[in-house]
């Protein structure tokens, strides 16, 4: 099974442009998705769906998923709104207030949780949230489950962007998991870059934004002295292809620009796809 991951799109950060450009590297990553190569299984939309939040936002990402040839989930990010964003799908479960749902997927359960305290930055994970994440997950510890949402839970090494791992809501998201022996992955947005970090006998996958990169850089920052280094880029818009082998999720990451290509499959090249393949168990 192939899953598709978008995160941090930010509809709605030119107000009033409905042609702008994030909705720009959005429609270019969806048509590379539905037209090329890796057409996946399902698309997982991990928050900052929008930039305000604003009602017309959520009608204008509607209208980008429309061409989708797959089915498109989503969960909220912190420049999200709930009560907008649950007008315009008022399909997707919410649980005690929250945007928590279970998908059942060929054989895997993905679970898509709500990590927003709608005013804060940062991630949030309340007491409800976690009894509804405990309770899912002990009705099945058998089956492979994926878990999706938009902030790492990881301290990433990019100061302004960093998790600490004693924040609150990440002991209350480690506690909910930590009796829950099928987990085979975490899927989270939010750094605008892609990362992977092996956590708590598990993996998480952060993918990069479609809307602008966060700069890669791992220098101190002091909130007090601004020092003009670089702090957003304008990279290819990217998206990240979970690849589920029936044992492992294996995270591909990539971006919709265009790829120059140095080699093709042809009859010189044939004789070494035919002993890499020779060499391996029927």
């Not at 924040?167 to 990362?195: L, Y």
Request: with cysteine.
């Amino acid at each position: 099974m192939l899953i598709a991951q978008v995160t941090d799109i930010h509809l709605g950060f030119e107000q009033d442009n409905p042609g702008e450009l994030n909705r720009q590297r959005l429609d270019q990553v969806l048509r590379y998705l539905n037209n090329g190569p890796n057409r996946p299984d399902l698309l997982i939309a991990t928050g900052d769906l929008t930039e305000h939040g604003a009602a017309a936002s959520y009608r204008q990402l509607a209208d980008a998923f429309s061409i989708c040839s797959f089915p498109v989930h989503m969960c909220l990010g912190n420049h999200d709104i709930r009560s907008n964003f649950s007008a315009q799908f008022p399909e997707l479960p919410v649980a005690d207030g929250f945007v928590q749902y279970a998908l059942d997927v060929r054989g895997v359960r993905i679970l898509m949780l709500d990590t927003v305290e709608e005013g804060r930055h940062g991630g949030a994970f309340c007491d409800i949230r976690a009894k509804w994440l405990r309770s899912t997950l002990a009705q099945d510890r058998n089956t492979p489950t994926i878990i999706a949402m938009h902030h790492p839970p990881v301290e990433i090494g990019i100061a302004w962007m960093n998790t600490h791992p004693e924040e609150q809501w990440v002991s209350n998201f480690t506690q909910a998991i930590q009796d829950a022996p099928n987990i085979k992955g975490i899927m989270c947005g939010h750094v605008h870059r892609s990362a992977a970090v092996p956590w708590h006998g598990t993996a998480v996958a952060i993918c990069s934004s479609t809307a602008a990169q966060v700069t890669l850089d791992l220098n101190p920052i002091d909130p007090e002295k601004p020092d003009n280094r670089s702090m957003i880029i304008a990279d290819h818009p990217a998206y990240a292809l979970h690849f589920w082998n029936g044992r492992e999720l294996v995270s591909h990451f990539d971006n919709a620009g265009d790829h120059a290509m140095l080699a093709k499959y042809d009859v010189y090249l044939q004789p070494l796809i035919k002993q890499l393949i020779g060499e391996r168990p029927n």
